[in-house]
């Protein structure tokens, strides 16, 4: 299942190369037909919602790694202000390390 797409792909180039030397076609082919609404749409339109999602989830990501780095920075502060517990913290540290 984790190489299902792959072996799709593999599969379809392997049968195109064979149809195309041998000179043979599929026994059944597929024609799509856009039914509805669809049909009278261009490819700007139906890629438009894709873009949106996309660029929605870039707008998360880059907002993830904002609220990351806030925390971090709070993060060094308060170490700041306990420097005795952080130094105590890396004595602690080394002395294990060392055992």
């Not at 709070?74 to 602690?92: A, G, I, T």
Request: contains cysteine; charged residues 15%; positive net charge.
């Amino acid at each position: 299942m984790k190489y299902m797409i792959g072996a799709v792909w593999v599969y379809s180039g392997i049968s195109g190369f064979i149809a195309r030397e041998t000179g043979l076609s599929d026994p059944l082919q597929l024609k799509e037909t856009p039914i509805g609404i669809s049909s009278s749409r261009t490819d700007f339109e139906l890629a438009v919602p894709g873009l949106l999602i996309l660029s929605i989830i870039m707008l998360m990501l880059s907002a993830h790694q904002q609220w990351f780095t806030n925390q971090r920075i709070k993060l060094l502060e308060d170490l700041k202000f306990h420097r005795s517990q952080l130094r105590n913290y890396w004595e602690v540290y080394h002395l294990s390390s060392c055992l």
